[in-house]
T-cell receptor, first 117, second 115 residues
């Protein structure tokens, strides 16, 4: 079945450590996104990528980094510079094109819950 | 993107219709209305979207007012599994704009379906 796979589902990290969250999709979607969700809050956009080898900062990019070397993969690194990294991280993808002018439906993964000890 | 306003919570009896309102008074002509829902500790799930006309699919119906300043998501026969947070999102359709590719999620409406 086509979809988005995030791993790991749960992750614990010590302060000062970098950690990388994996996101893989087999939907042949061009665009991919990372969101962060804190308890009782909505989703906030960290980074997004419209095509391979290109990505843009979202609303809360500080302390995070991404890469988009392959269409299927968009890993997120939470660096030690991120002050409050404990959160639920969601990856999503959508069909996009340079001439897109219509609706944009996102497909989400199941999420990764990061806890900093 | 236009800002949306939703009630923080709503209740519904199982088997009855759930009508979730959303205000988007600053919506512009090329902006779509999307609805997603999120069951606790899972990724959001797409429900439906529309531009001007009312829409229906196997999950729900979307009613958009003529002036497009508000909309209502209707779950015709709510079940206990419909208990979730429902997000109404408005987003433009023009490629290359500053909001390209982004959906902004607010806090949504917590819908509780009870027996």
């Amino acid at each position: 079945d086509g979809g988005i796979t995030q791993s790991p589902k749960y992750l614990f990290r010590k302060e000062g450590q970098n950690v990388t969250l994996s996101c893989e999709q087999n939907l042949n979607h061009d665009a991919m996104y990372w969101y962060r969700q804190d308890p009782g809050q909505g989703l906030r956009l960290i980074y997004y990528s419209q095509i391979v080898n290109d990505f843009q900062k979202g609303d809360i990019a500080e302390g995070y980094s991404v890469s988009r070397e392959k269409k299927e993969s968009f890993p997120l690194t939470v660096t030690s510079a991120q002050k409050n990294p404990t959160a639920f991280y969601l990856c999503a993808s959508s069909i996009e094109s340079g001439m897109w002018s219509g609706a944009n439906v996102l497909t989400f993964g199941a999420g990764s819950r990061l806890t900093v000890l | 993107d236009a800002k949306t306003t939703q009630p923080p919570s709503m209740d519904c009896a199982e088997g009855r219709a759930a009508n979730l309102p959303c205000n988007h008074s600053t919506i512009s002509g090329n902006e779509y209305v999307y609805w997603y829902r999120q069951i606790h500790s899972q990724g959001p799930q797409y429900i439906i979207h529309g531009l001007k006309n009312n829409e229906t699919n196997e999950m729900a119906s979307l009613i958009i007012t003529e002036d497009r300043k508000s909309s209502t998501l209707i779950l015709p026969h709510a079940t206990l599994r419909d208990t979730a947070v429902y997000y109404c999102i408005v987003r433009g359709g023009a490629a290359g704009g500053t909001s390209y590719g982004k959906l902004t999620f607010g806090q949504g409406t917590i819908l509780t379906v009870h027996p």
